[in-house]
């Protein structure tokens, strides 16, 4: 029996470690592509990586902090020919956390190019001369059925607003907010804790598809199998930047399978 003891401790240990590590189903986490993919010159197996863009908090305290390295995998390359459009097939399966490398099933619920990120991060002054004046230091986020009538942060009030309705608050280099049940994206179903908060950076509460790309998410990856993304351009070559704002979504996780409640 005393011989067990240890032996019992190592795997409560283990057991405690999955936990902590495991993320829910249906988090939010947006992440800041550190690589550029061309599909011109770009091969099957190669690795993708993304950077997290804001704290992304998960239950008990724990979180996923900002900078926190994502990483994927381009599956399959088509590139343009003739009328074909270029496509990319690709999916994020890895995220470290606290020196631990944590499996995770996710979906692209949103995608920005590397402007679009760039210009809802700047802040824009209230007058031409630049003088401070109460609602200055605001950013129009991306996102809305229109993409030039998204949330509206108002980083001095700490808020995010859409219309005269407040739809959020902003963090350090983030705003949080609860997705919309008005307008989900296609084929998403719902998870626990859709009422909550989640980490949406540069984007709307309602931000879904893609903007500033002329390209389609022709495959989300929320269907079998899950997780795998699929990207086809509009017209002729496919080019993801470095610096491309993306908002993925675990749909599963180490000791967290798929919990997708499709209603």
Not at 177 to 190: Q, R, Y
Not at 213 to 233: C, D, F, M, R, W
């Amino acid at each position: 029996m005393t011989k067990l003891l240890p032996l019992l401790g190592v795997f409560a240990l283990s057991a405690m470690m999955t936990a902590q590590t495991a993320i829910p189903a249906g988090t939010i986490i947006p992440v800041e592509l550190n690589t550029t993919i061309d599909a011109k010159t770009w091969k099957p197996g190669k690795t993708v990586t993304a950077d997290v863009a804001q704290d992304v908090p998960l239950y008990n305290g724990a979180k996923i902090k900002a900078g926190t390295k994502v990483q994927g995998e381009v599956l399959s390359v088509t590139p343009a020919a003739n009328s074909r459009p270029a496509t990319i097939i690709l999916r994020f399966g890895q995220i470290d956390i606290s020196g631990k490398t944590t499996p995770i099933i996710t979906n692209l619920r949103a995608l920005a190019s590397n402007l679009r990120a760039q210009s809802a991060e700047w802040e824009t002054p209230a007058t031409d001369s630049g003088a401070t004046a109460p609602g200055a230091q605001t950013v129009n986020l991306i996102g809305g059925e229109d993409p030039d009538e998204g949330d509206v942060a108002y980083r001095e009030a700490g808020i995010v607003v859409r219309g005269r309705k407040t739809v959020g608050k902003t963090v350090f280099a983030g705003r949080w907010g609860v997705l919309s049940k008005a307008t989900p994206c296609p084929g998403e179903g719902t998870f626990e804790g859709d009422d909550k908060p989640q980490a949406l950076w540069v984007f709307s509460y309602d931000a879904c598809g893609v903007y500033g790309y002329h390209l389609a998410i022709t495959s989300a990856g929320q269907s079998n199998p899950e997780g795998k993304i699929v990207l086809a351009s509009k017209k002729g070559n496919l080019t993801l930047y470095s610096g491309s704002a993306l908002l993925l979504r675990v749909v599963g996780s180490s000791g967290h399978p798929s919990q997708d409640k499709g209603k």
